[in-house]
């Protein structure tokens, strides 16, 4: 959708004063509650900043970030291709199309405690193991996508005799965008939810791991903190780099 | 049969489409078509004749056929019914990707040709059918084609429209060495156009009329062309119907 100037101004604002409500109403119920059991609003960014300046926020934060871009840019390559292939291949599609509903259906818990006996209780295996969650539903949207595609469109670049390079780069991906993006955008929310629960289960850092061990010294003025802090940066990661790439990969179509 | 030296010289046996759960069809059956290098052919025929599998069949899309195509063309360059353009991709960049020189001058030059220099930077969607079927020209022209293949690039618009389009055309193709195959219904742009009318039969599809039309293009004007469209008229009517009906030159084919 296009909007005006102002127009997008207003939106901001609008967004602005949802979040700052929201806030509100926690520091509301935080007075009226008046127990550790729900920290105000107030203490848990306290908690962030002194963390952050003096403590294991930020180093913890920077793994996790790690783990999920890892993990994330593997499902999306991987589950990618698959998706292209079987969206390409009817035979390959019949053959695979099972397979890739039983990876649906697998539980992420399941994914993560056999890639953990199997792989050990390592940085591969806790990446793969969240990769292997996202790679299925990556693979059946671009395929979907690819099943979409104009086949007028890939006539005209056989005809032009284009090479596979430039068929890729400007036939496409460019028509399959909207599907990556809609595959990027819901993968990584739940690529970060998995890292942190891949890391509760076996890994010893990370913010699933710090909150983790909060949660059995019973701190929630800490556990608040780092999914605060994670969540705040995973919103600037949607709003500064999603959002931008994805206008600008669309902006033909408001033209 | 073969002629040596021939741009394109094409025999089909036949040609079937084994549709599930429809029926096989034949779509073209025993045609043999040589095409000299430089030559401009109109084809024509009633809709669902297989003009446009004949294309895909030059084109080298379509090679499940029975039969034989030798083609000296190194470059094609197509015109679709639908313009074919790249939505995403600006008018300039749809023709600079196929491109044969990578020269700004050579892209400028066909833009200008064609009249798109103004448009150079919108994207197709933002295009009138007949600017964006000019932008699929100036694409066809950007690959310097030695052999050109038109399907049915001046249907569906106005007569303004389309007489610029042809304009586009002839003056593009003035100091080029191309062989130009080019699918129509419309019996004077065939003869305002081409050196050649070649008329097909109803499906299955083969050559039943072959006419060199011997005056140049340039010298053409009104009244020759009605003339031989009145002389035609009658010869295409009886020809490519079905025993005893005629059929209609319909507008599309399906």
Same mark, same amino acid.
């Given at each position: 959708?296009?909007?005006?100037?102002?127009?997008?101004?207003?939106?901001?604002?609008?967004?602005?004063?949802?979040?700052?409500?929201?806030?509100?109403?926690?520091?509301?119920?935080?007075?009226?509650?008046?127990?550790?059991?729900?920290?105000?609003?107030?203490?848990?960014?306290?908690?962030?900043?002194?963390?952050?300046?003096?403590?294991?926020?930020?180093?913890?934060?920077?793994?996790?970030?790690?783990?999920?871009?890892?993990?994330?840019?593997?499902?999306?390559?991987?589950?990618?291709?698959?998706?292209?292939?079987?969206?390409?291949?009817?035979?390959?599609?019949?053959?695979?199309?099972?397979?890739?509903?039983?990876?649906?259906?697998?539980?992420?818990?399941?994914?993560?405690?056999?890639?953990?006996?199997?792989?050990?209780?390592?940085?591969?295996?806790?990446?793969?193991?969240?990769?292997?969650?996202?790679?299925?539903?990556?693979?059946?949207?671009?395929?979907?996508?690819?099943?979409?595609?104009?086949?007028?469109?890939?006539?005209?670049?056989?005809?032009?005799?284009?090479?596979?390079?430039?068929?890729?780069?400007?036939?496409?991906?460019?028509?399959?965008?909207?599907?990556?993006?809609?595959?990027?955008?819901?993968?990584?929310?739940?690529?970060?939810?998995?890292?942190?629960?891949?890391?509760?289960?076996?890994?010893?850092?990370?913010?699933?791991?710090?909150?983790?061990?909060?949660?059995?010294?019973?701190?929630?003025?800490?556990?608040?903190?780092?999914?605060?802090?994670?969540?705040?940066?995973?919103?600037?990661?949607?709003?500064?780099?999603?959002?931008?790439?994805?206008?600008?990969?669309?902006?033909?179509?408001?033209? | 049969?073969?002629?040596?030296?021939?741009?394109?010289?094409?025999?089909?046996?036949?040609?079937?489409?084994?549709?599930?759960?429809?029926?096989?069809?034949?779509?073209?059956?025993?045609?043999?078509?040589?095409?000299?290098?430089?030559?401009?052919?109109?084809?024509?025929?009633?809709?669902?004749?297989?003009?446009?599998?004949?294309?895909?069949?030059?084109?080298?899309?379509?090679?499940?056929?029975?039969?034989?195509?030798?083609?000296?063309?190194?470059?094609?360059?197509?015109?679709?019914?639908?313009?074919?353009?790249?939505?995403?991709?600006?008018?300039?960049?749809?023709?600079?990707?196929?491109?044969?020189?990578?020269?700004?001058?050579?892209?400028?030059?066909?833009?200008?040709?064609?009249? @798109? =220099?103004?448009?150079? +930077? &919108?994207?197709?969607?933002?295009?009138? $059918? %007949?600017?964006? /079927?000019? *932008?699929?020209?100036?694409?066809?022209?950007?690959?310097?084609?030695?052999?050109?293949?038109?399907?049915?690039?001046?249907?569906?618009?106005?007569?303004?429209?389309?007489?610029?389009?042809?304009?586009?055309?002839?003056?593009?193709?003035?100091?080029?060495?191309?062989?130009?195959?080019?699918?129509?219904?419309?019996?004077?742009?065939?003869?305002?156009?081409?050196?050649?009318?070649?008329? @097909? =039969?109803?499906?299955? +599809? &083969?050559?039943?009329?072959?006419?060199? $039309? %011997?005056?140049? /293009?340039? *010298?053409?004007?009104?009244?020759?062309?009605?003339?031989?469209?009145?002389?035609?008229?009658?010869?295409?009517?009886?020809?490519?119907?079905?025993?005893?009906?005629?059929?209609?030159?319909?507008?599309?084919?399906?």
């Amino acid at each position: 959708m296009a909007f005006d100037r102002p127009d997008r101004a207003r939106r901001a604002l609008i967004r602005a004063a949802s979040l700052v409500s929201l806030v509100l109403i926690w520091q509301g119920a935080a007075a009226l509650a008046r127990s550790p059991l729900l920290p105000a609003p107030t203490a848990v960014i306290g908690f962030v900043i002194a963390e952050a300046a003096g403590g294991d926020l930020l180093r913890q934060l920077g793994i996790t970030l790690f783990r999920v871009a890892a993990s994330f840019t593997a499902a999306m390559l991987i589950g990618g291709a698959i998706g292209i292939a079987l969206g390409q291949d009817k035979r390959l599609n019949l053959w695979f199309d099972g397979w890739l509903i039983v990876l649906l259906n697998l539980p992420a818990l399941v994914v993560a405690v056999l890639a953990y006996v199997w792989l050990g209780l390592t940085e591969a295996a806790a990446i793969a193991a969240v990769a292997i969650n996202k790679i299925p539903t990556v693979a059946v949207t671009l395929r979907e996508g690819t099943q979409a595609l104009d086949p007028g469109l890939d006539e005209m670049a056989r005809v032009f005799r284009l090479s596979w390079r430039a068929r890729l780069l400007h036939v496409t991906l460019p028509a399959l965008a909207p599907f990556i993006s809609a595959a990027a955008r819901s993968g990584l929310a739940l690529v970060w939810k998995i890292v942190l629960f891949v890391e509760l289960l076996g890994r010893p850092s990370g913010i699933g791991f710090a909150i983790h061990l909060n949660f059995q010294l019973f701190d929630l003025t800490a556990v608040l903190g780092y999914s605060l802090a994670f969540m705040a940066i995973m919103l600037a990661v949607e709003y500064l780099i999603m959002e931008p790439i994805d206008r600008y990969a669309q902006g033909w179509r408001r033209r | 049969m073969r002629k040596a030296g021939a741009a394109v010289d094409l025999t089909v046996k036949s040609k079937v489409y084994r549709g599930h759960p429809a029926a096989p069809v034949v779509a073209l059956g025993d045609l043999h078509l040589s095409i000299a290098p430089g030559e401009f052919v109109a084809l024509m025929g009633p809709s669902g004749c297989g003009k446009t599998t004949l294309l895909r069949i030059l084109t080298g899309l379509d090679e499940d056929f029975e039969g034989e195509l030798t083609r000296e063309s190194q470059a094609i360059g197509m015109v679709f019914q639908e313009p074919r353009l790249l939505p995403w991709r600006t008018v300039k960049d749809n023709i600079a990707l196929v491109s044969c020189n990578p020269a700004p001058g050579f892209l400028k030059r066909i833009l200008d040709e064609c009249g @798109l =220099s103004d448009l150079a +930077g &919108r994207f197709p969607g933002q295009l009138s $059918l %007949g600017q964006q /079927r000019r *932008a699929a020209l100036a694409r066809a022209f950007a690959v310097d084609p030695d052999l050109l293949v038109l399907d049915e690039a001046f249907v569906s618009l106005d007569n303004k429209a389309a007489e610029k389009l042809r304009a586009v055309l002839c003056t593009a193709l003035e100091g080029r060495q191309a062989t130009v195959v080019m699918v129509t219904h419309d019996l004077r742009e065939a003869l305002s156009l081409a050196s050649r009318l070649i008329l @097909l =039969s109803p499906r299955p +599809g &083969r050559v039943v009329e072959d006419i060199t $039309l %011997g005056l140049r /293009r340039q *010298a053409r004007d009104e009244a020759w062309v009605g003339a031989r469209q009145a002389e035609l008229t009658s010869i295409i009517a009886h020809k490519a119907a079905p025993a005893a009906t005629p059929a209609p030159l319909d507008r599309k084919e399906e």
